[in-house]
């Protein structure tokens, strides 16, 4: 049996981050725009 691929494998952020975009965004009523914004005031530099 084979294990599952990673499904983070694509992206240049940390599964953590990632999580915490979604976990924003689904939430709370931001837009992709105000997530990135708040974690870029947050010093995390992800680009949507």
């Keep these: 049996m084979t294990a599952p691929k990673n499904p983070f494998r694509d992206f240049d952020s940390s ?3 990632i999580r915490l975009v979604v976990m924003m965004y689904v939430n709370y ?3 992709l725009r105000n997530v990135e914004e708040l ?9 949507l």
């Excluded at 974690?39 to 680009?47: A, K």
Aim: zero cysteines; hydrophobic letters at 40%; a negative charge.
């Design 15 to 17: 599964p953590e981050v």
């Design 29 to 31: 009523p931001l837009s």
């Design 39 to 47: 974690l870029f005031e947050r010093g995390i530099d992800v680009r």
